[in-house]
């Protein structure tokens, strides 16, 4: 038998936490990403224009060294660590100069940095690293060794001039973190040449030393965005001239902190597009809501002139993938506080960010239209033939389903769109909830069908006493497709939506109609389930309203659990929010929020957050016993010792 008393136990201190664990902190296919927070570091002296150049060499020896004329990584001792402060950054997880965030007007007020977790991870994931500081007048040397274990302490290591300051990092990678030992070289490329966009009158250059002596680029581009743009589109012709701008919030009664805002590029062109966003200078590969708050603002401004003129022929109304299907584009977001998807800060979730970006850009660019009206006759006569073909599909598709009528369930609030891939069907737990979505829903996309009580468990229902339910048959009906089992081919052609989103109550009941649901689609549905289909909405539990504080104005967050909303809470007070100002309230069920809400959280793709459910061909066997434990009538006994051993992993709410 294992031993299991005190000493089982381990604490993970210092950086030890990364190594132990390093895909949670950072990418693990190559150093790139550990590197890379090093050049974010250096990027952030830029964007306040403290530095003016950047130097990244790649040695011959693996290693890669970040150089930057900036004010130096502050060495004098910290105020609360005791410690020099250049050694509590490369060696404390959350230790930066970028959460104080209160009024834009921080150290790093507009910085890609979040968790301040970037360079200690690269430390922690690293057999060696060196910095030097020049500041003051002083040369400053550190070096760390074996994933941050201090080799030799901060000490003056001679004079410089008092105007030359800066900071030089040096990091030999760990190649046993990473599945390929060497940094790739295009990727950093790509990164640096993004930074060199983004910073006016800043030089970027990359050494490569090999043997046969060294290779350098410098990236320089004075006219900006739509300089990169064009480099992007590979000199493609544009339909209408590229539209550029930028727009940042004064903080006056804004609704937003000075200084945040946008600036953008984008037109459309012949063949395939091209989009790159940044946040803060940090490069999101996989967009996030700044994208859509782009989108949205684009498309607002387009419709609205298409309208003005009259240029939409009878019974066309445009969508926004219409408009910005083929739009290329460069967006550059400054947000003081970004939430990001993950560590690696590839995709933007915070929800502000759309409202902030189009706001910013829907004005100008329906100034500009207005202002040449051929262009916007070009590009709204563009929408509306991408708008005419969507239909056109559409309606191939529709004449195929009309061969047999159907009469839909008289409480389902159906989509008004054609386009059934397009559509969605949200299942909302009861009355109340249903009549907040219906205002909150797109009408054109988003259909709703309320529930009453809770759906019968059909695990172990006859095929042909399924729809005697009422609710599963409204279900089904709602769906245009019969049940199936996990071995047939259902004709999916009927499908009338493309995605199904079950929205509960984020308490036991809501879990519990969840299950239930899930239980009906995997047996009796699989198909749905195994393409990805089925979808669960993750409504929060807790509102957090912050109470405006200097030139921030007031703010509202959204927690879905209890760790969430400790996490919001600490962050909060960390930016020096007092703890006795900060409001929580707890929603009871989905029918207490408003519309607006609801849209924000649940419904409005740019915002919501759902969990897509499949399960692959392989996992069925393995799903099917588990259903089978859990939801069969003749297995309590199985369900009581499931409970008995994995009951501690339950979070109850009771």
């Known amino acids: 038998m294992t031993l299991y008393d005190e000493s089982s136990i381990k604490v993970l201190k210092g950086l030890e936490p990364v190594r132990a664990r390093p895909g949670m902190y950072t990418r693990t296919d190559s150093p790139t990403h550990v590197i890379q927070e090093v050049i974010d570091n250096a990027a952030d002296e830029a964007l306040p224009g403290y530095a003016k150049n950047i130097l990244v060499r790649v040695h011959l020896d693996g290693s890669v060294s970040v150089a930057d004329d900036g004010r130096g990584i502050p060495v004098g001792p910290h105020p609360t660590e005791k410690e020099p402060t250049v050694v509590v950054v490369f060696t404390r997880l959350h230790a930066g100069g970028k959460f104080d965030k209160t009024s834009g007007e921080g150290a790093y007020a507009f910085s890609g940095g979040l968790h301040g977790v970037g360079v200690s991870v690269t430390n922690a994931l690293s057999t060696r690293l060196s910095v030097t500081v020049k500041r003051d007048g002083e040369v400053h040397q550190i070096e760390f060794v074996n994933g941050g274990r201090l080799e030799k302490p901060l000490e003056v290591t001679g004079k410089c001039a008092k105007k030359d300051s800066g900071t030089l990092v040096r990091a030999w990678p760990d190649p046993a973190f990473f599945d390929s030992p060497r940094i790739s070289l295009p990727e950093l490329e790509r990164l640096l040449r993004a930074k060199a966009v983004l910073l006016p009158g800043v030089t970027v250059k990359l050494v490569i030393e090999n043997q046969g002596g060294e290779q350098e680029k410098a990236w320089s581009y004075p006219n900006g965005l739509p300089q990169y743009l064009a480099e992007l589109?590979?000199?493609?012709?544009?339909?209408?001239?590229?539209?550029?701008?930028?727009?940042?919030?004064?903080?006056?009664?804004?609704?937003?902190?000075?200084?945040?805002?946008?600036?953008?590029?984008?037109?459309?062109?012949?063949?395939?597009?091209?989009?790159?966003?940044?946040?803060?200078?940090?490069?999101?590969?996989?967009?996030?809501?700044?994208?859509?708050?782009?989108?949205?603002?684009?498309?607002?401004?387009?419709?609205?002139?298409?309208?003005?003129?009259?240029?939409?022929?009878?019974?066309?109304?445009?969508?926004?993938e219409d408009v910005c299907g083929r739009m290329s584009f460069v967006l550059s977001a400054r947000i003081l506080d970004p939430q990001f998807q993950g560590q690696v800060k590839e995709k933007l979730n915070s929800r502000e960010a759309v409202k902030l970006v189009s706001a910013m850009v829907r004005d100008p660019f329906e100034v500009w239209l207005n202002g040449h009206v051929e262009h916007g006759k070009t590009l709204a006569e563009l929408a509306a033939r991408a708008a005419a073909s969507r239909l056109k599909s559409a309606q191939k598709v529709e004449k195929r389903k009309q061969s047999s009528v159907v009469v839909l369930p008289g409480k389902l609030s159906d989509a008004s769109g054609a386009d059934s891939e397009s559509n969605e069907l949200f299942l909302v737990e009861g009355d109340s909830a249903g009549g907040s979505a219906k205002q909150a829903r797109d009408r054109e996309t988003q259909a709703i069908l309320p529930l009453r009580g809770k759906v019968l468990n059909t695990w172990e229902v006859e095929p042909e006493r399924l729809y005697a339910n009422n609710e599963v048959h409204d279900i089904a009906v709602a769906l245009g497709v019969e049940r199936h089992g996990i071995g047939d081919h259902p004709d999916l052609s009927g499908l009338r939506y493309g995605k199904v989103i079950l929205m509960a109550d984020a308490d036991v009941d809501g879990s519990h109609i969840n299950t239930l649901l899930l239980t009906l689609f995997f047996r009796h549905f699989p198909r749905l389930v195994e393409q990805g289909r089925i979808c669960v909405a993750q409504p929060p539990l807790y509102r957090v309203d912050v109470p405006a504080r200097g030139k921030k104005p007031m703010r509202r967050f959204y927690a879905l659990d209890d760790d969430e909303l400790t996490a919001i809470r600490d962050r909060l007070v960390r930016e020096g929010v007092k703890p006795e100002s900060i409001e929580v309230g707890r929603f009871k069920g989905l029918g207490e929020m408003n519309p607006e809400q609801l849209r924000e959280t649940a419904m409005s793709p740019a915002t919501r957050r759902v969990l897509p459910v499949r399960v692959s061909r392989e996992e069925i066997a393995a799903a099917t016993a588990m259903f089978d434990m859990l939801m069969g009538k003749g297995e309590a006994g199985s369900r009581r010792e499931w409970m008995e051993a994995k009951g501690n992993t339950v979070e109850a709410d009771i």
């Open 233 to 320: 589109l590979n000199d493609a012709e544009p339909l209408i001239p590229a539209f550029s701008g930028e727009r940042y919030a004064d903080g006056e009664g804004s609704g937003y902190a000075k200084g945040e805002g946008a600036a953008w590029v984008f037109t459309w062109a012949e063949g395939a597009g091209a989009a790159e966003s940044f946040v803060n200078l940090i490069h999101t590969a996989q967009g996030g809501t700044h994208e859509a708050g782009l989108k949205a603002g684009v498309f607002d401004a387009v419709k609205s002139f298409a309208e003005h003129h009259g240029l939409l022929p009878r019974g066309v109304q445009l969508r926004q």
